[in-house]
């Protein structure tokens, strides 16, 4: 089995194939958010009949993933009426679902990049284990400083800052995150204190606030 990539238009196309016959296709899609960003939709996600659960679409998968955390890219969408067959793969609910329309999940591709959507009028630093049982590279602990950033929107940074200014408030604290909970929490489907697990608990109340302050850039 080999997986090809060829460009169609502004769209990508993945192909897994046997012998030049093509078993298993999807699409990825460029679109612009509200704020003007790109963002990317899967498409057309498809495997001939006889030839599923054989890992043909764990092999596109893999290749997206792979091609979107070079570019790293924060996450990616998909509309889907059997959202079960995805969440092996990392994709959970982003949006409350609404008849007739399809669901739609999201997926954390690059974690780093995902965490920059985040802001908050209050700064903190804190210990954040993430859990990503596919990417690896999600998967450790991240040293998280978040705050305002000149008013931009993209204000959390992977980083052990040097100093804090003293007019800002600073909480120090570790915790623990699933990397569908993280997604959920990031789009208002999950509050702190369902997605995150604080190591301190003494001090839980006042990680969970201050995870919550948190705004995300949901206009995408």
Sequence with gaps: MEVELRVEGR??????KEKDQVISTLSVSPDV?????TIYQIKNAFTKGLYRRRGYMDAILKEVFNCMQSEQEAFVFLGTREPLIFA???FVDIVKPQDPFPETLGRIIDVKSFLRYFESEKEFVMS??????MLPENDGIFMVHCGPEGGRLNSM??????????ACERVAAEAKVDIKDLIQFGFGLKKAEEAFEVAVK???EEIYSALDSLKFKQSV
């Design 88 to 90: 092996k793969y990392g």
């Design 128 to 133: 954040l284990h993430i859990k990503d049982e």
């Design 11 to 16: 769209n990508l196309v993945f192909a897994a």
């Design 33 to 37: 958010g509200g704020d003007g960003t």
């Design 157 to 166: 940074r992977i980083s052990i800052p040097a100093n804090c200014d003293n």
């Design 202 to 204: 003494m001090r839980e």
